[in-house]
């Protein structure tokens, strides 16, 4: 009697790494939209992750230093955006449960967002700042 195959862990793929300040968020959305179509991820999903992707990198922008890093990687059929800043870091607490309401002074809009459009988003923070990453599966 056989076993099957089991179904290796591919190492991830860097499809592109860049540094980021405000000026330089349309020229990211740009990239991580043409590498999101060469990898396959068909629309709608494809903007939907663009805007994840925008809202989290707009937040390292605003409240975490004026820019930091994003990585794209391609993992077991998903695409992984790690974006890291240098700020101060935040708890996963600060995302709201329930759909904020317009004109709240409530933070982690974006977040809610983000994580509202991808498969999976997942954060961690230490001394050096945070890393958000957004995944979403690739067909």
Known sequence: MSTPPRS???????????????DDL???????????GHQ????PRRSEF???????????VEHAGGGGKLILQRSNGHLNCHIHDSGPGFSADVIPERTPELGCDES??????????????RIS?????A?????????
Do not use: C, H, K
Not at 131 to 139: D, G, S
């Open 40 to 43: 396959g991820l068909p629309e």
């Open 50 to 60: 663009i805007v994840a992707l925008d809202a989290v990198a707009v937040n390292a």
């Open 131 to 139: 890393t958000v990453t957004l995944t979403v599966r690739l067909p």
């Open 125 to 129: 923070t230490g001394p050096g700042g």
């Open 26 to 36: 349309p020229r990211l959305r740009m990239l991580v939209e043409q590498y999101a």
């Open 108 to 121: 982690g809009r974006g977040l809610w967002l983000a994580d509202l459009l991808t498969d999976e988003m």
């Open 8 to 22: 290796r862990e591919v190492p991830p793929v860097t499809l592109l790494e860049s540094r980021f300040n405000q």
